[in-house]
């Protein structure tokens, strides 16, 4: 009598699905990035030509997002205007995140008395809208491009101070971190080695997230006269200029739109990922 030995059923190697929105995300954002670095590699108009005689020109072959009131071609002025944007909205991000880095590592490692004077200054920041508080900056510091990443920087580190204390305070009682302690590590060795490195690695996909969101807080700012001044080619000032010729011009205002919207959904989807793909990477 023989035996059939049975091989063990292979497992089917894992198929990487192609998301179309992911690369689509991809792609818009790295011609975002080029129009921010190399502007001319883009279009060779200049973005400040005033041509009287092209106003109002809708969009055509010569002028692919038509031109606005003074005849400047909106599509040229869009991409020079991406390096303003993305500038405000990686600066406001790079600020929030500072601010919050500092504030919740304290209130983690400062002991009972920081925890509680760190929680008292979130509670009176999360007491105002984060735009609300880039107003008043700006109320007490003037308008400009500076002035509005400052302020919506400011906005928005309470978000990350509060979700930074959570993540520290978890880490400092883990027991890996007691072991570090336990080996005789020094303070500030097991600090710099063990708990920050455990506390920022999610922040990467927050930050990318958080870039969408500054340039939404910093078109709405310019849209309101507070951030950028025209005539900068700054997609929320170009959005507010262009809406008194909603009526018969609606491309001056429907393609900053537009911009922004895909700027903010590209940074989100891509920050997902990224969270996704860190989660995956932990489990």
């Known amino acids: 009598m023989t035996t059939a030995l049975t091989a ?4 089917e190697p894992r198929v990487r699905r192609i998301r179309p929105g ?5 792609v818009f954002l790295a011609l975002v990035v080029l129009a921010a670095l190399a502007p001319g590699l883009l279009t060779t108009y200049a973005p400040d030509a005033i041509r009287p005689a092209d106003f109002f020109q809708p969009p055509s072959a010569a002028h ?15 991409v020079h205007g991406a390096g ?3 500038l405000i909205g990686l600066g406001a991000t790079a600020i929030s995140l500072t601010l919050g880095i500092t504030l919740g590592l304290t209130a983690a490692l400062g ?35 500076v002035t509005a990443a400052v302020a ?19 880490v400092v009682r883990s027991g890996y971190v007691e072991a570090a302690r336990g080996l005789g590590h020094p303070p500030l060795r097991v600090v710099r080695r063990t708990v920050l490195p455990n506390v920022l690695r999610p922040l990467a996909a927050l930050a990318t997230l958080g870039i969408g969101q500054s340039v939404v807080w910093a078109s709405s700012l310019s849209f309101l006269g507070l951030g950028a001044q025209p005539p900068a080619a700054e997609w929320g000032a170009m959005l507010a200029d262009g809406r008194t010729f909603l009526q018969y011009a609606w491309w001056t205002s429907f393609f900053p739109g537009l911009f922004i919207v895909l700027t903010t959904l590209s940074t ?3 920050g997902r990922r990224l969270q996704a793909w860190l989660d995956a990477r932990s489990s």
Request: hydrophobic letters at 55%; glycine letters at 14%.
């Open 8 to 11: 063990p059923a292979q497992a």
């Open 22 to 26: 992911l690369i689509a995300a991809g």
């Open 64 to 78: 692919w997002f038509g031109t606005d009131q003074n005849g400047r071609d909106v599509y040229t002025r869009l």
């Open 84 to 86: 303003q944007s993305l």
């Open 111 to 145: 002991g009972r008395r920081a925890d509680f004077a760190v929680g008292r200054v979130l509670e009176v920041l999360f007491a105002f809208p984060g735009l609300l508080l880039a107003l008043l900056f700006i109320a007490v510091f003037g308008t400009g491009a």
């Open 152 to 170: 919506v920087g400011i906005g928005e580190a309470a978000g990350y101070a509060r979700l930074i204390r959570a993540q520290a305070t978890t």
């Open 268 to 270: 989100t989807v891509l």
